[in-house]
């Protein structure tokens, strides 16, 4: 089978490489002459996917797979399948910005060629695979959709650091915009993947599971950030709480958290309510979390007994611990939260340099003491923290239950955790 995966990016780059590990030919395109340059010097251009690299320079010396950045060309060579995945990109509200990936679909239009089938894995709003991304093909080829080629929605259900244990475990969600179509979307997907492959009945079927199962977890961290909040005005561990909901099969309460970033918890909700504005729950969690680290600067101003003038210490910029990403990262609320408290808001982060930080628009730490400190990011590193890691600071609040609070408390730290009594409180 001969396959372009277009965007070579976390999520295009495992997937180009495990099709072509399964023994077809992969041609892998990005926009991005240097990603493509690495590519095929064997060199994964982001860090932390487990396995990537063996794999990657695997399918390189064997040829399976070649990466270059005209994706028209391409695709002009008549592959049976195209799967396209860049992330839709979105604006400040997460809401659609159609810009990127209507590029690569017009690139991917102009090469079409009759009996090619096209995959779209980026995640949609439900309807824009029929009503946008076919209607885009057929105006670029000019061919006729589900007669000369076939569109299918495919979503991607995979987590950065284990893709390709995730696509050997989780079903593969097939929807296409005929029978037809999907039947040989099923078909193709079947001869490289290792977990079951489903077909879904429509297009808007597979977009729907994918914003259900995204859009459930925002609303189910949210019940547990509302839990932590009430539990912080009793005293309350709301994780004894939560364990013990836990312990019958009727529940599954997520945890509580300082923030919910990435490209997609905190955006897909937002894709659904595009379809379905009058929805309650999606906007009402999305209002929830998005609160998060105004609350975790309140708590600490609490704790400290005010924010005016200190230095605060903001562990982590990225998103989630082990991934240099910052997408709707939390350290951007958490910063601008101390600084309307008055307070001097510090970034320190294991992946990211000084430079990097500045250039995100934010103040590196200098390394000189400090008052506080907030953990925003659950880096393992963080685990080992002690007080000398953390340089006259009076308070911890620990936004992702990380920290070893008993080793810091017996220094004098004070550790404030979000739903939990503090280190130094008589409920503890």
Request: charged content about 20%; overall charge negative; some cysteine.
């Amino acid at each position: 089978m001969q396959v372009v995966v277009v965007a070579l990016g976390k999520i295009g780059l495992p997937l180009a490489v495990q099709i072509a590990r399964s023994g077809h030919s992969v041609v892998g395109c990005d926009i991005n002459a240097e990603v493509v340059e690495l590519v095929n010097s064997s060199q994964p251009p982001f860090p932390g996917e487990t396995g990537l690299d063996e794999a990657l320079a695997e399918v390189i010396a064997s040829g399976a797979l070649r990466a270059q950045v005209n994706t028209t060309a391409a695709v002009a060579e008549g592959p049976d399948l195209v799967v396209t995945v860049p992330p839709l990109a979105v604006d400040e509200q997460a809401s659609p910005d159609w810009r990127a990936l209507d590029a690569a679909v017009a690139a991917i239009g102009g090469g079409l060629q009759a009996g090619t089938t096209v995959a779209v894995e980026t995640t949609l709003p439900v309807g824009a695979t029929r009503s946008r991304i076919a209607p885009a093909l057929a105006a670029a080829s000019g061919l006729t959709p589900e007669q000369d080629f076939f569109t299918i929605f495919s979503p991607e259900r995979v987590f950065s650091g284990r893709i390709f244990a995730d696509l050997a475990t989780y079903p593969k969600l097939v929807g296409g915009l005929s029978e037809a179509g999907e039947a040989r979307g099923v078909e193709l997907y079947s001869s490289f993947i290792e977990a079951e492959v489903w077909a879904m009945g429509s297009a808007e079927a597979a977009e729907l599971t994918k914003l259900a199962e995204t859009t459930y977890r925002d609303i189910n961290i949210a019940f547990a950030n509302e839990l932590a909040r009430f539990a912080d005005g009793q005293q309350i561990d709301v994780g004894r709480v939560i364990e013990a909901a836990n312990s019958q099969p009727f529940s599954h309460i997520h945890q509580p958290g300082i923030a919910v970033g990435g490209h997609c918890i905190p955006v897909y909700p937002r894709f659904y309510l595009e379809g379905d504005p009058d929805a309650a729950l999606p906007a009402a969690a999305r209002a929830v979390n998005d609160s998060m680290p105004a609350y975790a600067a309140q708590r600490l101003e609490k704790a400290l007994g005010g924010l005016q003038g200190a230095r605060v210490l903001v562990l982590g910029a990225a998103y989630r611990g082990g991934v240099k990403e910052t997408a709707f990262s939390g350290v951007f609320g958490v910063t601008a939260a101390l600084k309307a408290l008055g307070a001097s808001a510090l970034v320190s982060d294991p992946l990211y340099s000084d430079q990097e930080l500045t250039a995100l628009g934010l103040t590196a730490w200098d390394g000189e003491p400090i008052d506080a400190a907030i953990v925003q990011t659950d880096h393992a590193e963080y685990a080992q923290l002690s007080a000398s890691d953390l340089p006259g600071a009076r308070v911890v609040l620990d936004g992702r239950g990380i920290l070893d609070a008993d080793s810091l408390a017996a220094a004098a730290v004070t550790v404030e955790l979000i739903g939990r009594p503090s280190s130094n409180s008589p409920a503890n």
